[in-house]
């Protein structure tokens, strides 16, 4: 009894102005267990419970080397993906031109298994429009010719190549799976909260099988997110979980950090200030608003086809003007055509593969945009990555829609269609007109001919445990840039190697109020030393058996423009699976986070060099 006889709960209610038990509303359910972690909201029975070891959600290029590597290894493997296309960066986000660090190509310091890889890439066969005389059968390398890096191909090819390259891998893990346009919901977890215990997803599928998706992605997320059926597409909710009497691993290879943002997992976004990091191109305040530009590719062709894409731009009706979008096109000083020229930097199609650093195209030949004054957006009103404030209002820790500003998708949409209709109107030469490929022509898998997703540089990025003189874990760019002090060796720990110039590409407001961005701190890439990734940089706080298998590693916002492109996804990827393959045949007792205090490291590098991964120089 409580005071004066009344007991607690009738104090409880008569000092609230309550109702009586008997009349009050039926309580809220919780939202978030004892730990802290968001419960799903509603919570469907599944329709489907799939069964795995290793539950990779996210089918980035990160994502695909993780789970391959751990299918090779025996592990029964899942992995989901929200858009129809396996493959990240190279597929669904468009950029299929592969971008590598011109001392790394020079020395060959690539893993084995990225040399095969893209191998396998060089061999598929294409399909393009008749008018283009390609015949039927001809491959990747018979029209390869770019200057970025060595290998630029159409973005089918980049999807043959994923399926074929898990195929190859599943033969040691019959029980693997894989699965594209399957959005991930949310997880549950252990009485203790230290692990993932399942996760929850939403495959759709479209009614019509001839389906091609829009290409308006602000129009589309939502109901790629949502747990209903709708016009488009029938629903089925899947819960992933481990076989009984089998611990379940799990990695986010998302490229924006779907389950880290989603569960509240330690993390930063944006930029970070000096201050905070020591860093000596730090922002000059943290803004969790300036995320790099992100960017919807597509390809334009030189290619008379009557004014059809003009016209179907032409009906564009964009937020803001046309004349404060085309304000910031400008060819940067590149040559459009001929030589080391705009066309030919990412050129995907070369009938005759003229010579990409002093050649001149051909009609036929077709090249993917992804320009910095270009189709990059990296206006911030408002920015594309929720923030944790705006996360939280938003209401998706408990039915999680992606995380991302739709306004923002609609924007950058807008400026990539714009900047297409741009250099129609002002890059077209007689002998060579341009024109955007969409609908039936499109390579990109939408109508309009945008990406199906926006190619994301950043996303939200852990924060690691206790490691390297830091009480929070994190990359900074005096760890990587040549000529700064108090850099740190990570080669005790390190499970990866890449390397890549500090390209930031930046944030604004329209105001140009101050936008915090570490504006000072791109740096060509041979002023920056071999980047080593130590285990520590994939390792979350708070949760055991979650590794990152992508962008979202411990890093600064800096030394993300680092570690982003291709082959530093693939290496991180390639970590992450091989580490959750090594634990597999340790004591089930070991985290990843006990492998260095346990005195393990040695032997989890061994392990990494007798799978192709390169540790060293």
Known sequence: MGVAGVSRQEVSSLSSGSLPPSEAATPEPPRFTAQGWPLLDPKPQPDQIWECELVVVGGSLGGVAAASHAMRAGIPTCLIELTPWLGG???????????????????????????????????????????????????????????????????????????????????NAPNSRWATQTAFKGATFSTDGSRIESIYAVQRQPRDPNFVPPGRLWRELNSWYGWGETEVFTKRSVRLQAPPGRQLWVIDATDTGELVGWAGIPYRVGSESRELLGEPNGAPATNPECTQAFTFPFVMAIHDDGGRSKAELAQLQPGYSRAEHRREFDMEGFPTFSGQSFFNYRRIVSKGRTDPFYGTPVPGDMTMVNWNRGNDWGIMNPPLILTEERLLQSGQRHNWLGGLDVSAIKDGEN?????????????????????????????????????????????????????????????????????????????????????????????????????????????????????YIPLEALIPQRIDNLLIGGKGIAVSHIVNAATRVHYGEWTIGSAAGLTVAWLHSQDPSLTPAEIVPQGKMAELQNYLLSRGQRLQW
Not at 107 to 114: A, L, M, T
Not at 131 to 137: C, D, F, K, R
Not at 448 to 477: H, K, N, T, V, W
């Open 89 to 171: 960066q190279i597929t669904s986000q468009g950029v299929s031109a592969i971008d590598e660090s011109l001392p790394m190509r020079q020395r060959g310091n690539f893993s084995s298994h990225w040399m095969q890889f893209k191998a396998l890439l060089e061999g598929q066969p294409v399909e393009l429009p008749a008018w283009t005389g390609i015949p039927a059968g001809t491959r990747v390398a018979d029209i390869n010719s770019c200057w970025v890096g060595g290998l630029c191909f159409p973005p089918q090819a980049g999807v043959k190549a994923v399926e074929t390259w898990l195929e190859q891998a599943a033969q």
């Open 415 to 531: 400026h990539a269609l714009l900047f297409a209709e741009w250099l129609m109107e002002t890059q077209s030469r007689p002998g060579y007109p341009l024109s955007l490929l969409f609908g039936e022509e499109s390579l990109m898998g939408t109508r309009s001919g945008l990406s199906l997703y926006p190619y994301i540089r950043e996303g939200r990025r852990i924060l690691g445990r206790a490691a390297y003189g830091q009480s929070e874990f994190m990359m900074r760019e005096q760890d990587i840039r040549i000529g700064t002090r108090g850099g740190r060796d990570f080669r005790p720990t390190v499970v990866g190697v890449t390397h890549y110039a500090i390209d930031i590409h930046g944030c604004r407001y329209r105001n140009w109020e101050p936008s915090f961005s570490a504006s000072s701190a791109p740096i060509n890439e041979f002023s920056v030393h071999p980047i």
